[in-house]
Each structure stands twice: as structure tokens, then as C-alpha cells.
């Protein structure tokens, strides 16, 4: 396999966009109005918030995408994987203290897929402050709908042939292992399973992707899956993904367990990977750009969640919180938070240093909080972004 990226990628898009693929852009509504609200009545007679929805459609999916999201941000790296190797040690404090079927709020890459899968939320918003993390979901949005199991995600996630020898009910670990013994495909299926993940997008859910967003999913995200196959880390896409490092693979993460050795990520169980399935399918995992400590993305996500009278089980932070108190704004993301709705379960999963622990992962572990209860003596803020604010991340 030869390395061509600039190449393929440019050479990808223009055959797209001659292939007829341009997205379909929706006519928008008449000025200054709004879809009437539907409202519920409840036990007591008294009109309620809509609930939240089964299934969004695919309009309503991207115009609330774009609805709550802020400007695109900066982050020094693509964070196309995590570097948390230790994730899935907080599980079952996780399940005992927060609760399943409300809304999860997350950062990042797949990291947010194992706990979706053992939170099992009516709905999900990512928010990151970099437009190309809604590029990688959006990448992992059409590998979910477009894959039947998980042999065959991971097949299209790294360009791999599917070895024979792997079933529905093939654990992770051999999953992962019989793909360590299969070179990966040529450029030619490169090429098609990309166009498929964009037919996906732009034909079949209509999403009006710009053409630099298409190739922004392409080039900047789902290359460098395929570059570098499993072995793929947190430094992959700087050029430093093959050699030594103490980040964590995307192979490690896949095949790690919790502190019992039980395998418990997105990967690990067929009932795991269709609880994301079937979420992408519905459209109801949405991706927002948006700083945290910023004027607009989480109070907008919160509002939504009020509105459609729910509140939210966890918000996964990873290691944000790092960069806010840096930059001196960690009270804003913390008013902002305590404007969401929460209660006595809502829980912050977050991942800090600690170099006790050994292995990949950049000495990150993870914790968890109390999100009423780390937010009740966050009173009124000015966010960044509003009048008289600092920049941030």
C-alpha cells in the first residue's frame, strides 16, 4: 500500500461531486416561524414538555446539530482515539449511581460508545469545541448503520477483508486478533467503502455536507483508520502513531477489561454494539461543536433536554477540565452545567493524571462525580464568548 492521502482524498471528492452526490438541501421555513410545539398532557391535567423523541428525521437531525453548535475551535490534537486505557473501570459505579434511559452528554471519539452502551440513553449530544470531532462521528455514524455486526464495523472501520473464522458471537479480543493476521485492502476498496460512508450521509440521511466537510471525513479522519489499522493511537495523526509511545491503541482499548478482566467495551458483546446501532439509526446520537466554558452549546443542549422533559444521567468530560482551569474559565463550563437539568444521579465521568497506574494511556484514569452537587455553588457567569469574557478552549 502506498501512501498517497492529498491524492486519494482530492481525487475521491471530485468523483463525488461528478458522480451526482451533492447533498440535498432542504428548503428552509418561511421567516420568523416555528414548528408548533406538541404538548402532552399529564396525570394532573397540566400540559408538560414534549418528551423526547423515538427517532429524530433526518432534517431535524442536522438542524438541531447546527442549531446548538457554537464557531469551530482549536485543540492541539485531531483526538481521533482515546488515550484512556483504564475506561471501563468506573462501570459499575457508574450503573449503581446514575441511571439508564435519560441523556448522556459526552466529549471526543468512541471513548463515549462504551458507556452509552451500558447507560443505554434515550438520546445522546458529543459536544467538542473542534468541528472535526463531529466529522469523526459522523464517520462513525454511517460505519454503525451500514455495518450488520461488529466483524464487519471493524472490517470497514480499518479497510480490512473479514477473516471467515469470526461470528456474531466472536468476542473482541478475537475479533481484533484475527484482524492483526489480515493485511489491509488496497486503495480501491478504500475508495468505495469512503464513497459509501458518504452515500450514507449525503444520499440516504440527506445531511447538506459541504464538499469540505466531505472531505474533511475522508481525509482528515477516516484515512488515518485506515493508514494505520488498529495499531492507530491518540499521536497517530501527528506522525508519530508507529512508534513507542505510552498511548494506548486502538487494539488496547478494544481488548481491555475492567478491573474483574471482564471485556466491557462498545466491541466486546453484539447486544453492546446494537444499543449504538440502533441509536445512529434513529439519529438520536447528535454532534455539537462547541467550547464548554462557551455562550451557547451546553446551555442549548441543556435547554433541549428541559423542554423535552428529561434530564441528563452523565456527561463523560475526559480530561477538559485540565485545559479549562488552565485557561482560568473552568467557572463558566461549571455555570453553564448547572443550568442543565440534573438531580441527586446525574454523574460526571471524568479522567485525570495519576502515574500509580502502569500501562498505555498517558497516566489518565477515570473518576466520577456528583453533578448537582459539584455545581450548586456555581452562580451566574459570563461565558466565553459573552461581553468582557477571556478566550478559551
Not at 103 to 119: C, H, K, R, S
Not at 332 to 339: G, L, Q, R, S, W
Not at 340 to 359: A, H, K, V, W, Y
Request: charged fraction near 20%; aromatic fraction near 10%.
Amino acid at each position: 500500500m502506498t501512501r498517497r492521502a492529498a491524492a486519494l482524498a482530492a481525487g475521491l471528492v471530485a468523483a463525488i461531486a461528478l458522480a451526482g452526490l451533492a447533498p440535498v438541501v432542504r428548503a428552509a421555513p418561511p421567516a420568523g416561524r416555528r414548528p408548533a410545539r406538541r404538548r402532552v398532557a399529564s396525570h394532573a391535567g397540566r400540559a408538560v414538555a414534549d418528551p423526547l423523541p423515538d427517532r429524530l428525521t433526518d432534517e431535524a437531525f442536522w438542524a438541531l446539530s447546527q442549531e446548538l453548535s457554537e464557531a469551530d475551535g482549536e485543540f492541539r490534537s485531531d483526538n481521533l482515539v482515546s488515550n484512556e486505557i483504564w475506561f471501563q473501570y468506573t462501570l459499575d459505579d457508574l450503573l449503581a449511581r446514575s441511571r439508564k434511559g435519560a441523556v448522556y452528554l459526552g466529549v471526543g471519539p468512541e471513548q463515549n460508545f462504551t458507556y452509552i452502551a451500558a447507560l443505554e440513553p434515550r438520546m445522546v449530544f458529543i459536544t467538542d469545541i473542534r468541528r472535526g470531532n463531529l466529522h469523526t462521528q459522523l464517520m462513525y455514524k454511517a460505519l454503525f448503520e451500514l455495518s450488520n455486526d461488529r466483524a464487519e464495523f471493524v472490517s470497514r472501520l480499518f479497510t480490512k477483508p473479514r477473516p471467515a473464522s469470526l461470528t456474531r458471537d466472536s468476542s473482541a479480543q478475537e475479533i481484533f486478533d484475527a484482524y492483526a493476521q489480515v493485511d489491509t485492502s488496497g486503495e480501491a476498496a478504500f475508495k468505495q467503502n469512503s464513497q459509501d460512508i458518504l452515500d450514507l450521509l449525503t444520499k440516504t440521511h440527506h445531511i447538506p455536507l459541504s464538499e469540505r466537510d466531505q472531505r474533511a471525513i475522508i481525509d482528515n479522519v477516516y484515512y488515518y483508520f485506515y493508514w494505520y489499522g488498529p495499531p492507530l493511537t491518540y499521536n497517530s495523526s501527528s506522525g508519530r502513531g508507529f512508534g513507542r509511545s505510552n498511548m494506548a491503541s486502538y487494539y488496547d482499548l478494544m481488548t481491555a477489561t475492567d478491573q474483574r478482566g471482564a471485556a466491557r467495551s462498545f466491541l466486546a458483546s453484539d447486544a453492546a454494539f446494537r444499543t449504538l446501532k440502533r441509536l445512529e439509526e434513529r439519529n438520536l446520537v447528535v454532534p455539537v461543536v462547541g467550547n464548554f466554558a462557551g455562550p451557547k452549546a451546553l446551555r442549548s443542549v441543556g435547554r433541549y433536554i428541559r423542554d423535552h422533559g428529561s434530564t441528563v444521567s452523565a456527561f463523560y468530560l475526559s480530561n477538559v477540565e485540565q485545559y479549562l482551569n488552565q485557561q482560568g474559565v473552568w467557572r463558566a463550563f461549571c455555570a453553564n452545567v448547572a443550568t442543565m437539568p440534573l438531580d441527586e444521579r446525574s454523574t460526571f465521568i471524568r479522567s485525570s493524571q495519576n502515574r500509580s497506574f502502569g500501562g498505555g494511556g498517558g497516566g489518565l484514569v477515570n473518576s466520577l462525580g456528583g453533578m448537582a452537587a459539584e455545581t450548586k455553588g456555581c452562580g451566574p457567569s459570563v461565558p466565553v464568548g459573552g461581553p468582557g469574557s477571556p478566550p478559551g478552549r
